[in-house]
């Protein structure tokens, strides 16, 4: 990645973060709910969602990426028996992120079983969710990276396999992690 990259305005600029360059704006090809900003790569069938959730006070700091990622997965109907699996969760460390404000910060990677636009065809997909706790706004900042590691032929993700571009890595939603910034806390209200 280039060190020249720039923050991407998110929220109407309230928060920002360095975003992959070959990411399209889906806001910009349909709607998208005002809780979140969803990103695609523009050859793969990547994509990276930045959410805002209701802060969940009973969940334990440690439990809170688990918990998201088990809320993504029911809505991704990949609950049932080896749909889904969690591979590590780490605390990021607040002295490498922007988002100072932030309690607590988690990185969950994990698998999914799921299929798109409720196809029967499923796909597997490592999910990579970063956790910003901000008890003080009531808020959870959700940052999920959608990796397709296996696609059905029968999905309508197939035709994206055809294309050799150059994917987002783990670094790129790293990056993202470590640059989301804070710059105006009304987003809360």
């Known amino acids: 990645m280039q060190g020249a990259e720039q923050p991407h305005p998110l929220f109407g600029g309230a928060l920002s973060a360095v975003i992959p360059l070959t990411a399209t704006d889906i806001s910009e090809l349909r709607e998208i709910p005002d809780s979140q900003e969803v990103f695609a790569h523009t050859h793969t069938d990547q994509s990276l969602i930045v959410e805002l959730v209701e802060y969940q006070a009973q969940v334990a700091d440690q439990d809170s990426a688990r918990y998201h990622f088990e809320d993504i997965a029911g809505s991704n109907k990949a609950l049932e028996a080896g749909?889904?699996?969690?591979?590590?969760?780490?605390?990021?460390?607040?002295?490498?992120?922007?988002?100072?404000?932030?309690?607590?910060?988690?990185?969950?990677?994990?698998?999914?079983?799921?299929?798109?636009?409720?196809?029967?065809?499923r796909n597997a997909v490592t999910l990579h969710l970063g956790v910003f706790r901000l008890p003080q706004f009531s808020t959870d900042v959700l940052i999920t990276f959608n990796d397709p590691q296996s696609i059905s032929p029968d999905s309508s993700s197939?035709?994206?396999?055809?294309?050799?571009?150059?994917?987002?890595?783990?670094?790129?939603f790293q990056r993202l992690l470590q640059t989301l910034t804070l710059h105006n806390p009304g987003l809360f209200e």
């Open 83 to 121: 749909a889904c699996a969690v591979i590590s969760v780490v605390a990021l460390p607040k002295s490498d992120l922007s988002l100072s404000q932030c309690s607590s910060a988690w990185m969950l990677t994990g698998t999914q079983s799921v299929s798109k636009f409720n196809e029967e065809a």
């Open 158 to 172: 197939a035709a994206a396999l055809e294309t050799h571009k150059v994917p987002w890595s783990l670094q790129d």
